[in-house]
């Protein structure tokens, strides 16, 4: 069974410019995370989709971050103007159910973002 | 809000030992407790998870407990081996539903020394 896939692995940018971050979940799995993972920090949530739409976005920085799930598959994280504070790794995962409460939460290997 | 906090940060143990980390929660309506293990550049993967009606679970060397009363729960793992060796994550999932986001705790790297 494929994993959840991420892409660019890593991502270097200059202060006040913008990245894009693309997630594909497991095949069939409609809930759908966008987690950031500061180093040396736990997982926050940035935000939760179901299927296309979001269930919990209430730490999504959205003056600088927005994120989409067309078609309630795929899924793009943006970040506009990025910020030094915002170095981090940015993991996608899914699970079959909303909330991962009967269904594993599975995650992709992380985009590892370093703002300069 | 709701918050998960983890401890100890680092724990350094020699083979064959027994390992414990500790977590607590301050959202009582939390049913949910999985535990991650993240390995250095990995991605985080489910080890075990307890549900709010069960005390206790074990899957071979590992167990978790859960004192819903003192909102704490534990991981256990026993006989440890140089592969145990990683950053541990706790998780809570807010609310009382199953809707709820996972909060997560702020790790602990476990090193285990042959």
């Known amino acids: 069974e494929a994993g959840v896939a991420q892409s660019p692995r890593y991502k270097i940018i200059e202060k006040r410019q913008s990245v894009a971050f693309w997630c594909n979940p497991i095949?069939?799995?409609?809930?759908l995370y966008w987690y950031q993972q500061i180093l040396g920090q736990g997982p926050k949530l940035l935000i939760q989709?179901?299927?296309?739409?979001?269930?919990?976005d209430s730490q999504l920085p959205k003056d600088r971050f927005s994120a989409e799930r067309l078609k309630g598959v795929d899924s793009t994280l943006k970040i506009q103007p990025a910020k030094l504070e915002d170095s981090a790794v940015y993991l996608c995962?899914?699970?079959?159910?909303?909330?991962?409460?009967?269904?594993?939460?599975?995650f992709g290997e992380g985009s590892r973002l370093t703002v300069l | 809000g709701e918050n998960v906090e983890q401890h100890p940060s680092t724990l350094s143990v020699q083979e064959g030992d027994s390992a414990v980390i500790k977590c607590t929660y301050s959202?009582?309506?939390?049913?949910?407790f999985p535990w991650y293990k993240q390995e250095l550049g990995k991605r985080p993967q489910l080890i075990i998870d307890?549900?709010?009606?069960?005390g206790e679970k074990k899957d071979q060397r590992i167990a978790v407990t859960l004192n819903k009363t003192a909102k704490h729960f534990s991981l256990h793992i026993t006989e440890t081996q140089p592969e145990d060796s990683a950053v541990y994550f706790c998780?809570?999932?807010?609310?009382?539903?199953?809707?709820?986001?996972?909060?997560f705790g702020q790790g602990t790297t476990l090193q285990v020394k042959p």
């Open positions: 959202d009582s309506a939390s049913n949910y």
């Open positions: 995962a899914s699970s079959l159910v909303l909330g991962g409460g009967t269904g594993e939460l599975f």
């Open positions: 989709f179901q299927n296309n739409g979001v269930v919990d």
């Open positions: 998780a809570a999932r807010a609310g009382s539903g199953n809707t709820g986001k996972l909060i």
């Open positions: 095949s069939g799995h409609a809930t």
């Open positions: 307890i549900r709010s009606n069960v």
